[in-house]
């Protein structure tokens, strides 16, 4: 079983839609979430980080902890063209400094 | 945000010889940095941590020889694919840990392309 699963899609939706993007790890030692946004022949870009179950909110987007259930989310409102790029969850553990990297998930978002 | 840089952007050389890329940290200084290699549409895989004044701590399965990593500064780590093959041929990414704050958190370069012919 891997660290860190994600869907990698590709997923498609409509401008104006929600998109909701989800990670499993299986390693109950991860602290720190975080979500990075990748656009084609670039370094990722940090988006969220959070450390806490629950909820934390940045314009738009909105990332979801829940420990309990080893699941993380990543919400999109009010989707634009300009999001569409490849959104990559990452996971590390307290003390050290490594991350563990979903495979990313694709989307498009479609005018 | 911090800002870090990576030269060259895109990169092709000849089977056999050498190549260096620089990871750099623009305003803020990192001890630590992360070599990463991504593949067409998979994520990243941690090579190796290189923490500066320090030997790079590599991941299993990679080779030290052949990718040297140097952190000299606070603000510079190079990797250096030696006798590159077609198989090297990939997108290499740094990033730089930020100073302070409770999480590890991670700036990204924008990533060099290598291609072997």
């Known amino acids: 079983q891997k660290e860190v699963e994600q869907d990698p899609g590709p997923l498609s939706v409509p401008e104006g839609a929600i998109v909701s993007l989800n990670c499993t790890y299986s390693n109950s030692a991860f602290q720190y979430f975080m979500w990075y946004r990748q656009y084609s022949r670039k370094g990722p870009e940090l988006l969220m980080y959070t450390y806490s179950s629950g909820n934390k909110e940045d314009g738009r987007f909105t990332a979801q902890v829940d420990k309990s259930s080893k699941y993380i989310s990543l919400f999109i409102r009010d989707s634009q063209p300009s999001d569409s790029a490849t959104y990559l969850c990452a996971i590390g553990s307290g003390g050290g400094n490594k991350l563990t990297f979903g495979t990313g998930t694709q989307l498009k978002v479609e005018l | 945000g911090a800002v870090v840089s990576q030269h060259p952007s895109r990169v092709i050389c000849k089977s056999g010889t050498s190549v260096k890329i620089e990871c750099r940290s623009l305003?803020?200084?990192?001890?630590?940095m992360f070599w990463y290699r991504q593949f067409p549409k998979k994520s990243l895989m941690l090579m190796a941590t290189?923490?500066?004044?320090?030997?790079?701590?590599?991941e299993q399965g990679v080779e030290k020889d052949k990718f040297l990593i140097n952190h000299a500064s606070l603000t510079l780590s190079t990797l250096t694919v030696t006798s590159a093959h077609p198989e090297d041929s990939s997108f290499y990414i740094c990033s730089a840990k930020a100073p302070g704050g409770p999480y590890n958190e991670q700036f990204f370069g924008p990533g060099t392309r290598l291609t072997v012919l």
């Open positions: 305003d803020f200084q990192a001890t630590t």
């Open positions: 290189s923490n500066e004044g320090s030997k790079a701590t590599y």
